[in-house]
């Protein structure tokens, strides 16, 4: 079991950060950049990225600022990869902590840089246009399933085993990744936004009246 | 094990937690993708002006605006939102391929959140800021929405419900704030500039 699978609901946190910047320094807009450079060429998607954090020590989860997660992570990723040696990025690093103002070397593809932009007017819809025949239609009461643990889901720990009614069933089917493990999402399939009452999520809260909506797979559901 | 190896240890790690090093860490990551092909000498320059001027919360300031201004717009707005954005000349793509609008009205405050990672529409709002991705943000959100829109100085009147959209799967979500009293006949530009990144996830008001 992973926290990270289940955060949702947590209490005795504290406050919320609301620090409403993107990027707290300047390392961050360039690692985000190298990052959607991977994206667009194809080097790795979000599901690589979030089973990396997934797989992190909780705590370490918990302490270390989003980027910083994300460093360790590109990291770790390019050099099991073998897109970059771990050597070479040691001695890289070194250099650069000694030489903190040298420039960038003037090497490269510029190439790249249309097919990051292209990418992200053209996204990479999950959507795949397939014959599907969905288990549930609106208005359906379901359950979501307690899936086995597994190195990445999409599922939030907190809606496990509970129930809701199906509001839409979206048209067609989603791919989420073929690459990564999953609990079931590896196949295209149908998706449907789900209703739930937040006090059949958590007896112990005030009744307000409050819904909440999530976005389920079919493997994760059935009948109720 | 002598005291000077401790030290030397201790140092070591600090010095692998700090922002000088994750700063050089970047720059060698840049540096041998550059030198390796990977890369552009100005793709990363490209990228940042990209999120500062092209696909950013302005984009969904805009439609805001437009969608106060014009029900019919609005209305189709909550329909399909890709098709919509277009007629504004706005592009979808990344993060946004399926985007989906929900409106805030007396009684019904939106409130958007991603427990799992930090999925963003990103065609409308750019990136997502620091408190999206707060795992504090994202653990409390769900079971405790009025605690966590107190942290933000939002408070709702006692009669509103919240809806929360959790984004797991393809949709990703976008919020079309009250629009604030005293604000007939202002222009779109003069609208947009009402409209937080936060009011357009639920977590903030607009307010004139």
Redesign the interface.
């Given at each position: 079991m992973k926290i990270q699978h289940y955060l949702g609901g947590i209490e005795n946190l504290g406050p919320v950060n609301v620090e409403k910047r993107v990027f707290v320094e300047p390392w961050e807009a360039q690692l985000f950049a190298v990052h959607t450079t991977m994206m667009g060429t194809g080097i790795w998607a979000w599901p690589d990225l979030r089973v990396l954090a997934e797989s992190m020590n909780p705590l370490d989860y918990f302490k270390y600022r989003y980027y910083i997660k994300w460093l360790g992570g590109m990291c770790k990723f390019l050099i099991s990869k073998n897109y970059i040696s771990e050597k070479e990025l040691e001695a890289k690093t070194k250099y650069y902590l000694e030489h903190p103002d040298a420039a960038q070397p003037n090497a490269g593809d510029n190439d790249v840089t249309a097919k990051v932009i292209d990418y992200f007017y053209t996204g990479a819809n999950p959507y795949r246009d397939v014959a599907v025949d969905p288990l549930f239609k609106a208005g359906d009461t379901v359950r979501v399933k307690d899936m086995p643990p597994a190195a990445h889901t999409r599922l939030p720990g907190y809606l496990r085993n509970r129930i809701g009614v199906v509001e839409t069933v979206y048209k067609g089917a989603y791919l989420y990744a073929d690459n990564v493990p999953t609990d079931g999402i590896c196949t295209a399939q149908p998706v449907y936004l789900v209703k739930f009452k937040t006090r059949d999520l958590w007896d112990d809260i005030p009744d307000k009246g409050d819904v909440l909506y999530n976005d389920c797979f079919e493997a994760y559901l059935e009948a109720a | 094990m002598s005291d000077d190896h401790d030290h030397d240890h201790e140092h070591h790690h600090h010095?692998r937690e700090s922002?000088?090093?994750?700063?050089?860490?970047?720059?060698?990551?840049?540096?041998?993708?550059?030198?390796?092909?990977?890369?552009?000498?100005?793709?990363?320059d490209?990228?940042?002006n990209?999120?500062e001027h092209e696909?950013g919360p302005f984009n969904g300031a805009k439609v805001v605006a437009k969608a106060w201004t014009d029900p019919a717009f609005k209305e189709r707005l909550l329909a399909d939102a890709n098709k919509a954005i277009a007629e504004l000349g706005m592009?979808?793509?990344?993060?946004?391929?399926?985007l989906k609008v929900v409106e805030n009205v007396p009684g019904t405050h939106n409130v958007v959140c991603c427990?799992?990672?930090?999925c963003w529409p990103?065609p409308l709002l750019?990136?997502?800021?620091?408190?999206f991705?707060?795992?504090?943000?994202?653990?409390?959100v769900?079971?405790?929405?009025?605690g966590?829109l107190s942290?933000?100085g939002v408070t709702l009147p006692d009669e509103s419900?919240?809806?929360?959209?959790?984004?797991?799967?393809?949709?990703r979500y976008f919020v079309i704030p009250e629009r604030p009293a005293g604000t007939d006949g202002w222009s779109e530009e003069k609208l947009a500039a009402l409209v937080s990144?936060?009011a357009m996830q639920g977590l903030g008001l607009a307010t004139a």
């Open positions: - | 010095l922002e000088t090093y994750y700063a050089a860490r970047t720059k060698a990551l840049e540096s041998l993708f550059r030198e390796k092909g990977l890369i552009g000498t100005d793709t990363v490209r990228v940042i990209f999120f696909m592009r979808d793509g990344i993060e946004g391929e399926n427990t799992l990672c930090s990103w750019g990136l997502p800021p620091y408190w991705k707060d795992p504090v943000f994202r653990a409390r769900v079971r405790e929405p009025r966590v942290d933000f419900k919240i809806e929360i959209w959790d984004s797991s799967a393809q949709v990144t936060e």
